[in-house]
C-alpha cells in the first residue's frame, strides 16, 4: 500500500504522464512506415569480422538512404555516393534543384520523376542522398524499407564554428551577432525561435534528423537538461603509425581504451525521457551513423557495411572552408588555452540536443569498431590513407585542396558561399583519357556532379547552367 501511495504522488504521477505521453507521440509519428522498416534492421553479416581469408561473401548494397547533414563531412560523403552511382548506373532520387524543400520535412512529391508505386519492389530509385530535414514515413514512398539508412555527426562545438561563418549571412541570428564568442555568451540576445534561417543557429543536427523539440528549448531560458559525461572522451589516438591524413586530418576524440561507456550520463545529467527516445528511435532507423572527427574510421566501417571496396570509399574532402583544417588540428589538441574551453562548453550547452546525439553515436561508432576488431581497422585506414595519398599526388595540382582563386574550371571550381572561401581542386595536366575522368569525378564539386548526374538521368530535359541565383547553400 504504502508503495502504490509512492507511484501516484504527484510527481512520479508526472513524471508517468509525460512517459506516457512520449509513447503515445512515438506511436503516432512511426506508424505504418516504421513497420515496414523493421525487415531492414537486423545486424547486417558484414559487420562481424571475418575470422577467415579476406573473401568477401556478401553482395554489395545498391539501396542507400544518406541524410546529408550540414557541415558534418557529408558533402564528401556525397561525392563517393555520386561516384559510385555513376559508375554502376544507378538511379538517384534527384531534387529539382539541389535540396528536397529544405527546410521543410522531405516529401516524396519533391523527387524528380517520382511516380507513387503500389510495391517495394517497383521503386525505381537506388539512392537517396542529397538535402533534406528527414521525414521516414515519406522517404519510405520513394526507397524500399530494407535500404541501408545511414548519417553522418560533427562534434556541435566545431559544427558552430563553421555553421557561424557559413551561415551568417543566412540565419538573422548570426547576422546580428558581431562573432561566435559574443552570440554564445548570451545566445537569447540574438535568437529569436522561428526567425529567419534560425534552424542553423541551434541545434542543427537534431532538426537535420527531423526530430520533434521538447517543450523546454521553447519556453526556458536554457534547457537544464545540458548533458555532462561523467567520463568526458579523452585524446587517445588509434597506435597506427599512420600519421593523419592530408586531407582528412585524424581526429580523436574515443573514450580511452576504446570502451563503450557503462551508461550515457550519471544519474543526475540524465538527458530527458524525450531525448532518450529520441535516439532509441534514430537507432531503430538508421544502420549507421558516421562521426565526422573519425572520418577515416568512419568510411571503412561503411565499406564493411555495404560490402564494398576501400576504393569505392577513397576520395577527397570537398565544401571545405579555407582554415577549417588547422582548426580540426587544434581543437584535436588534449590542451587548449583562452577562451577555447569555454566556447566549446558554451557551444555544447547551446546545442545540448546536438551534444545528445554526438556523445549516443560518437559511442555506437566505437562500440561498432570494437566488433570490427582495432588491428583490422588500423590496417584498413592505414590502407584507405595510402591510396587517397596517392590518387592526390596523381589527381591534383599541387597534391591537395586550393583556393578558388586559382580553380579556373567552372565544372570543378565550389560554389561560393559564406565568409570564408571554400576551397576546390585543379588537375594535373597530361593526365590520359581514363586518369583523366576519374580525377574529375574525384574533384568534380556537389552541385556540378548533380546536374551530371540530372542530365544522364533525364537526357531530354537539357541541364541548365549553374548560376548562382539557383543554388542553395550545401
Known amino acids: 500500500m504504502a508503495w502504490t501511495m509512492r507511484l501516484w504522488r504527484p510527481r512520479s504521477l508526472g513524471v508517468a504522464l509525460g512517459i506516457f505521453m512520449t509513447i503515445g507521440f512515438g506511436l503516432q509519428l512511426l506508424g505504418g512506415p516504421f513497420q515496414r522498416r523493421l525487415p531492414g534492421l537486423q545486424l547486417p553479416q558484414s559487420w562481424i569480422p571475418s575470422l577467415g581469408p579476406a573473401v568477401k561473401s556478401c553482395l554489395p548494397r545498391q539501396r542507400l538512404v544518406f541524410l546529408k547533414t550540414h557541415k558534418s563531412g557529408s558533402s564528401s560523403v556525397l561525392n563517393l555516393l555520386h561516384r559510385y552511382g555513376d559508375q554502376q548506373g544507378l538511379r538517384f532520387a534527384l531534387p529539382a534543384h539541389y535540396q528536397f524543400g529544405y527546410p521543410k520535412l522531405f516529401q516524396a512529391s519533391k523527387v524528380k520523376g517520382y511516380h507513387p508505386q503500389s510495391s517495394d519492389s517497383q521503386k525505381p530509385f537506388h539512392i537517396l542522398c542529397h538535402h533534406m530535414r528527414f521525414n521516414l514515413k515519406e522517404v519510405l514512398q520513394v526507397m524500399p524499407s530494407d535500404s541501408f539508412f545511414f548519417s553522418i555527426v560533427r562534434d556541435p562545438a566545431a559544427l558552430a564554428r563553421s555553421a557561424f561563418s557559413y551561415y551568417k549571412s543566412t540565419s538573422s541570428a548570426f547576422r546580428k551577432a558581431p562573432s561566435l564568442a559574443a552570440f554564445l555568451s548570451n545566445p537569447r540576445a540574438f535568437y529569436r525561435p522561428g526567425g529567419r534561417g534560425n534552424y542553423y543557429a ?52 574515443a573514450p580511452a581504451n576504446y570502451e563503450q561507456p557503462a551508461s550515457l550520463a550519471s544519474p543526475d545529467s540524465e538527458p530527458s525521457s524525450f531525448i532518450q527516445w529520441g535516439l532509441a528511435w534514430l537507432d ?42 588547422q582548426r580540426l588540428r587544434t581543437a584535436s589538441k ?20 546536438d551534444w545528445a546525439l554526438y556523445i549516443h553515436f560518437n559511442r555506437s561508432l566505437w562500440a561498432r569498431i570494437e566488433h570490427y576488431g582495432r588491428s583490422r581497422l588500423h590496417r584498413a585506414v592505414a590502407e584507405l590513407r595510402a591510396r587517397r595519398e596517392a590518387l592526390a599526388k596523381r589527381c591534383l595540382m599541387g597534391g591537395g585542396a586550393l583556393d578558388p582563386k586559382y580553380i579556373t574550371d567552372i565544372r570543378l571550381r565550389p560554389f561560393q558561399f559564406g565568409s570564408a572561401k571554400v576551397l576546390g581542386y585543379v588537375l594535373q595536366s597530361g593526365l590520359n583519357q581514363k586518369d583523366q575522368e576519374e580525377c574529375e569525378r574525384l574533384a568534380t564539386p556537389e552541385l556540378q556532379y548533380k546536374d551530371k548526374l540530372d542530365a544522364k538521368q533525364f537526357p531530354p530535359t537539357a541541364s541548365l547552367p549553374i548560376k548562382a541565383s539557383r543554388l542553395a547553400p550545401p
Open 202 to 253: 541551434r541545434n542543427l543536427l537534431w532538426f537535420d534528423f527531423g526530430l520533434p523539440f521538447p517543450p523546454e528549448t521553447k519556453t526556458r531560458r536554457m534547457s537544464p537538461h545540458v548533458l555532462r559525461d561523467p567520463k568526458p572522451f579523452q585524446s587517445h589516438a588509434i597506435p597506427s603509425g599512420a600519421g593523419p591524413g592530408k586531407l582528412f586530418p585524424a581526429i580523436t576524440t
Open 284 to 325: 531503430s532507423v538508421f544502420d549507421l551513423v558516421m562521426v565526422a572527427e573519425y572520418f577515416d574510421e568512419s568510411l571503412v566501417l561503411l565499406a564493411d557495411a555495404l560490402c564494398w571496396s576501400l576504393d569505392d570509399v577513397v576520395g577527397f574532402m570537398h565544401n571545405a572552408q579555407a582554415g577549417g583544417e
Open 334 to 353: 588534449s590542451a587548449v588555452t583562452g577562451e577555447d574551453p569555454q566556447l566549446t562548453a558554451r557551444a555544447r550547452a547551446w546545442n545540448n540536443l
